[in-house]
């Protein structure tokens, strides 16, 4: 294989690695701004939580990495169930621009406790796969990266069965399409949607255990939420596949970026996709057949 | 009660109407002109900087409270005028000048970004807002020409007319005199046509259109508008700071400068210089009470922005009409003491609206 392909390969290789991360925080978000029209900007800090307690619980309890990954999507879950109960469904009925700085608020509560908490200082971790690698048509990709993909896509499938099939699941559609018409229809709205903020925590959780062993624990983790918006863009707002293929096309121009592209491009890049596509085509690629201002 | 009896018609549209706010906002002002005759050079150095601020906080003002168009990254035309202003006096160009200029260029750039508030609004306009001012700090970082990239640029000393304002006291003074300037130019901008366009596109875009207000074009005016100011405040920021960096214009400051136009208060200038005031006081608050606390625990970092955090998070659940809203209901308990009513000021009980379909 000559080595411009090889390049080629290991860049889209690395791309859909770090694609899925910013895929499954982009379906968090997705998640619960169809579901209650709050654009989440604390679920970088959930992220950010999730992976300090992971950490705690890995490195200082020394807990097996089986054990710790339930135990920290259920808390986190609890803990999304409980802002969303106890905090933003207070907001119901005001402009969307105070969900926005409500969630901002939350987010800057939860990174200051983390650092009360865990300290400032970036720490690490390791799962079963740390350091090993596998080798497939002659590019190398991480373990890790590979496991990543695998649970994005598990993740799906799973999320899409559960809206599809199951009775809470189908609740939770119709909550998100018309509340009233819903709660006239005996679906308990406000529980449900404190169901769907625990759904997106969860998610939350498996992104930030499964980040930090490849960047580092750390608060600036919660910057993702800003390339997942790019995601989330990309792929069509509201739009649960378009947020996943948005996230790993995401992933892959900032690679490409990063070595055909001058220096200095592949930080930005997200950001100018998400600015070209809010301007040229706001409904993104696989945005909602019926039209809607954006 | 206070019961209004007018004789002329400029009564009716004067600035302060009353004797009493005429005195109480005189005597503020004499006591803004004071102090530098008996505060320490750091005070003075403090309080330059919350004026800044408030100048800033009054740009954003006119977008987000009287316009009703979101930007998260006003930081990055702070950074734009603080650059231009810079760089413009060190091609030689006198103080004087370089400033108004450096406000220009801001505005320039507040126009171009306006462009896509026509195609967007919102959650979409704040993204785009958000993503720019990434973008501009990424590119004031990679410019080293003009701006010195990450190693940074020495800002030039101010002079006017061969006198130096260096001085704490003397900058003080320019900064007193650029915030009040700003004040009643806003102030006066907000109550002609031109301020009630932006209010009537908050309001209702479509309502506007039809009453014949040519929105897009207000949105992008607003825009420049907004932009140009925040740029003079980011040009005076230049002064403050000395040398000039990228990282002192993060998200973290647009988020601060949304901060202040919340908490003050949505819709009013009066809102984004007290919201300015509390922001830029709150570290100061924090680095108090943190003196009073043990030690183990002052040590933590983290507090400043969970205090923030938490105090933004109160006022959009307990008083979404800002401390701005705070003093109009103290004044009315005031003027109608033994008769106030609470209901006056009560939030209905309101449900879900989308936003999906406007």
């Known amino acids: 294989m000559s080595s411009h392909l090889e390049l080629f390969a290991q860049l889209t290789a690395n791309g859909v690695a770090v694609g899925s991360i910013y895929a499954l925080v982009a379906l968090g978000i997705v998640l619960i701004h169809k579901a209650t029209e709050v654009l989440n900007f604390a679920h970088g800090d959930l992220l950010v939580v999730a992976a300090f307690s992971a950490w705690a619980l890995i490195d200082k309890a020394g807990l097996s990495f089986w054990l710790v990954l339930p135990l920290v999507a259920l808390a986190m879950g609890v803990l999304a169930y409980g802002i969303d109960a106890l905090v933003v469904r207070r907001i119901v009925g005001q402009p969307q621009f105070a969900g926005v700085m409500l969630t901002i608020a939350i987010a800057f509560m939860m990174r200051g406790l983390v650092s009360m908490g865990f300290g400032t200082e970036s720490q690490s971790y390791a799962t079963p796969w740390t350091g090993s690698s596998t080798e497939i048509l002659g590019i190398t990709v991480a373990d890790l990266s590979l496991v990543i993909m695998g649970s994005v896509l598990l993740i799906a499938a799973l999320l899409w069965l559960f809206f599809r099939y199951t009775r809470l699941g189908i609740a939770m559609q119709a909550a998100s399409q018309n509340q009233l018409a819903a709660h006239l229809n005996g679906v308990r709205v406000k529980r449900v949607n404190s169901l769907v903020w625990a759904l997106a925590g969860v998610t939350a959780a498996v992104a930030g255990i499964f980040l930090a062993p490849i960047t580092l624990v750390d608060t600036s983790l919660w910057l993702i939420t800003l390339k997942a918006l790019a995601a989330i863009v990309l792929g069509g707002f509201g739009s649960l596949p378009g947020a996943v293929i948005g996230g790993i096309l995401i992933g892959l121009i900032e690679q490409y970026a990063g070595v055909y592209l001058m220096h200095g491009v592949k930080d930005i890049a997200a950001y100018l996709v998400l600015i070209l596509v809010l301007i040229l085509r706001p409904t993104g690629i696989m945005g909602e057949a019926h039209g809607r201002r954006v | ?358």
């Not at chain 2, 005195?23 to 403090?46: D, M, N, R």
């Not at chain 2, 259109?209 to 040009?235: D, H, M």
């Not at chain 2, 108090?288 to 983290?302: E, I, V, Y």
Request: net charge positive; charged share 10%.
């Open chain 2, 1 to 358: 009660m206070r019961f209004d009896y007018h004789t002329q018609y400029r009564q009716g549209f004067a600035l302060l109407p009353h004797t009493s706010d005429r005195v109480l906002y005189g005597l503020l002002i004499a006591l803004l002109l004071a102090v530098p005759f008996f505060a320490s050079t750091y005070l003075l150095g403090e309080l330059g900087y919350v004026l800044i601020l408030c100048i800033a906080a009054m740009g954003l003002m006119v977008l987000t409270g009287f316009t009703g168009q979101v930007s998260l990254g006003h930081a990055s035309f702070v950074a734009i005028g603080a650059y231009a202003h810079a760089w413009l006096m060190t091609q030689g160009l006198p103080f004087a000048l370089s400033l108004p200029l450096a406000a220009l260029i801001s505005a320039g750039a507040g126009l171009v970004v306006g462009i896509p508030a026509i195609r967007v609004s919102g959650l979409y306009l704040a993204m785009v807002t958000l993503a720019f001012s990434i973008v501009v700090e990424q590119v004031i970082g990679l410019w080293r020409g003009v701006t010195g990239g990450f190693m940074g640029m020495l800002v030039p000393n101010p002079d006017l007319l061969g006198l130096s304002l260096s001085s704490p006291r003397a900058f003080y003074y320019v900064c007193l005199f650029f915030t009040l300037a700003v004040l009643l130019v806003l102030l006066n901008l907000m109550r002609s046509g031109i301020g009630r366009s932006f209010v009537g596109v908050r309001d209702s875009e479509a309502a506007a259109y039809a009453l014949g207000i040519p929105v897009k074009r207000v949105k992008v005016g607003a825009f420049g508008l907004s932009a140009g100011v925040t740029g003079l405040a980011g040009a005076l920021m230049a002064h403050h700071i000395g040398y000039l960096t990228p990282d002192a214009f993060t998200l973290l400051l647009s988020l601060d400068l949304v901060l202040m136009v919340v908490i003050g208060g949505m819709g009013s200038l009066r809102g984004a210089i007290l919201g300015a005031i509390l922001i830029s006081l709150l570290p100061r608050a924090v680095a108090a009470l943190k003196a009073l606390l043990p030690d183990a625990m002052a040590r933590q970092s983290g507090m400043e922005i969970f205090v923030a955090g938490a105090v933004l998070a109160f006022f959009v659940l307990f008083e979404p009409m800002g401390l701005n809203g705070r003093w109009l209901k103290l004044r009315a308990l005031w003027e109608s003491f033994p008769l106030y009513r609470r209901d006056t000021f009560r939030r209905q009980k309101s449900y879900m609206r989308s936003e999906r379909n406007r």
